[in-house]
Antibody, heavy 123, light 110 residues
């Protein structure tokens, strides 16, 4: 059964760092690009970052560029998000999501999501 | 990257059809057929409902359908049911190699 399980969230002071992990199981992790998506309390979904299937490429939302780093360890089927210089407006539930693809048809959609990990940035 | 524009709320009676719009630009919705839709129930992770503008994943009811015209994508729910009451978000790939979500629409079944 396919599963994505985030961990590493918690309360952190502004300016500090935190690393989220997302453990994947039930599918060939190394075959799929992976994403982080966040949702501030009571707000909408906000795309954060993507890493290619082999980890060689990454792209970021402007709001986190230069502060967050997405990475993966395919040998451990684990996705990471290193968050530095955290700000109050980074407070959110962070979801990891698998990018799906249909050969010859489509890609760029999020077909499986974790349950989310809450990050609270507060002094 | 600005969020795609969705109506804040849409409502309908059971059995009716409703349509949620998602307006972007030629750099996202209008430029690519990589538009997807997600349903989010309170306290839950989002669920994929439509991908590639109009494709429905296995297990999603055929009451859900998607389309696109120019810079606007749409999600239609036919035969509205109480269980469809949720928040819905569109998403698109962009010319900057990133992705952008819509502002979200709360669907209420009257």
């Amino acid at each position: 059964q396919l599963q994505l399980a985030e961990s590493g969230g918690g309360v952190v002071q502004p300016g500090r760092s935190l690393r989220l992990s997302c453990a994947a199981s039930g599918f060939t992790f190394s075959s799929h690009p992976m994403h982080w998506v966040r949702q501030a309390p009571g707000k909408g979904l906000d795309w954060v970052a993507v890493t290619s299937s082999d980890g060689s490429k990454a792209d970021y939302a402007d709001s986190v560029k230069g502060r967050f780093t997405i990475s993966r360890d395919n040998s451990k089927s684990t996705l990471y998000l290193q968050m530095n210089s955290l700000r109050a407006d980074d407070t959110a539930v962070y979801y990891c999501a698998r990018e799906g693809y249909v050969p010859g048809s489509s890609w760029g959609f999020f077909d499986y999501w974790g349950q989310g990990s809450l990050v609270t940035v507060s002094s | 990257q600005s969020a795609l524009t969705q109506p804040a709320s849409v409502s309908g009676s059971p059995g009716q059809s409703i349509t949620i719009s998602c307006t972007g630009t030629s750099s996202d919705v209008g430029g690519y057929n990589y538009v997807s839709w997600y349903q989010q129930l309170p306290g839950k992770a989002p669920k994929l409902m439509i991908y590639g503008v109009s494709y429905r994943p296995s297990g999603v009811s055929n009451r859900f359908s998607g389309s696109k015209s120019g810079n606007t994508a749409s999600l239609t729910i036919s035969g509205l049911q109480a269980e469809d009451e949720a928040d819905y978000y569109c998403n698109s790939y962009t010319s900057s190699y990133t992705y952008v979500f819509g502002t979200g629409t709360k669907v209420t079944v009257l």
